[in-house]
Structure formats: C-alpha cells, structure tokens
C-alpha cells in the first residue's frame, strides 16, 4: 500500500479503534503496557508497522490505569482491537474506510466503522472471557509520574463507567476470520506449530472463526491442527 491513508493511524485508539480527537490522544506508556498486558493477556505490538496507531484514547488509559490500581471493575469489553497489514485502501484499510471528517466530541458516537479482514473490532466480555483480577500492588512498582496520570478517589468502585465509551459499543459485531484470512494471518505472522494452535484456540474461544473453518497455516501440518481443533471442540 504505497499511497498514504484517507486518516492518519493515530487519529484511532490502538486499544479500542474508536476516533480520537487530538486533545483526548495519549502515548502507549509503559504504565498503559503493563496495564494492557494484565487486562488483556497480551502485549502492544506492531509499534514499528506504519499501519497500526501509536496512541490510544484517554478513556483506554484511564480505564486500564485505573483497573490496575484496583478503583475500576472492568473495562468493557475482554478483547481489545487487532490491527492487521492491510491490503488495499479500498476495501481493507480501517484508516481509509471510515469517515471521520466533521465529528467532534459530541457527535463521533455515530461514527460507522467497517468490518474487514485487516481488523478484529473488540469483543465483550461474557461467560466464556471473564473480567480478570488485577495483580495485587503492581501499580506501586510503576514511576510516580504515571502514577499521577491516573489519581482518583481512594477505595474501591464496582462500576464499569461504561458510559464514557460510545453507546453502540455492545451493538458491533466483530468480523469472523474466514479460512484464507486465518492462512495469510499465520503465515504474515511466521507461526510455529505450537503458536498457530494457540492462535487457533484463542479466536475459537472468542467465536471469531467462521463456522466450518479449519486451522491450518501450511497443508503439511493441516492434518494434525486439524485433529487438534477436532479434540478442542469435543
């Protein structure tokens, strides 16, 4: 993709894929990592790919910060967006595809975002992907600069404070990972066996895998990722 996009990446949350306005970016501070890598079991990655944003909104951030800290129950949803190399600008660049010129603070919530291969858009928490439990005083190892980022009320609070994300949130439906899109992700990723059935049994788990599709990055280990996803779902 030489040509560059419609918007430019880091006008999105790489946390959330949500538009941000300028005043509400934030850096993907070591503070945000490590509260990303607790929430959601994984880590921020593709920072050197020009394709992917570099900051995230301040409601990511001060949510997960605050999750950390143990005064915010959960964020909203347990799978956070998946950036992905797109292919084209027409029909798989999420930066391309979605309109956001005009929008301010109050009207962005009606802002429609496309579901396309490059991108798995967040998926909810539910009975399968369970709120995680912060690690106990892991704030207090982080630099008190960060601390300060995040500050609030001392003792615990049980809400969500779902309201500070767009309303419509619960409504998107992520796109299903068809079975090309699953050979090109593994193969784009240079997997090995034991990685590819990991990343297998992670998007079964969170239902992102069209129905009938089998796990396979190469024909020479098709038979035995086959058998594998076979036992899983037995």
């Not at 959960?74 to 979605?98: G, I, K, N, Q």
């Not at 990343?199 to 058998?227: A, E, M, V």
Request: positive net charge; hydrophobic residues 30%; charged residues 25%.
């Amino acid at each position: 993709m030489p040509r560059e996009c419609k918007s430019q990446p880091d006008s999105f949350c790489y946390v959330c894929g949500d538009f941000t306005l300028k005043a509400q970016r934030k850096p993907l501070s070591p503070l945000l990592k490590t509260a990303y890598h607790f929430y959601f079991d994984c880590q921020i990655g593709n920072q050197v790919k020009d394709w992917a944003p570099k900051l995230c909104c301040t409601t990511c951030y001060s949510s997960l910060a605050k999750w950390l800290k143990g005064t915010r129950k959960s964020m909203p949803f347990a799978v956070p967006m998946v950036w992905r190399e797109p292919r084209c600008h027409l029909t798989d660049c999420y930066f391309c595809m979605t309109s956001a010129v005009g929008f301010n603070r109050k009207s962005k919530h009606t802002i429609q975002y496309p579901n396309i291969p490059s991108v798995i858009r967040p998926v909810l928490h539910n009975e399968s992907l369970p709120i995680p439990v912060p690690p106990p005083q892991t704030y207090t190892l982080l630099p008190e600069t960060d601390l300060e980022d995040f500050e609030s009320q001392p003792g615990p609070s049980t809400s969500t404070d779902d309201e500070e994300y767009p309303a419509d949130l619960v409504h998107r439906q992520p796109h299903l990972v068809t079975q090309p899109e699953m050979n090109d992700l593994v193969r784009d990723l240079e997997l090995p066996k034991r990685k590819s059935q990991l990343l297998g049994s992670r998007l079964l788990q969170w239902d992102l895998l069209k129905k009938g599709l089998k796990i396979s990055s190469d024909r020479t280990r098709q038979s035995t990722l086959k058998l594998h996803f076979r036992k899983m779902k037995a």
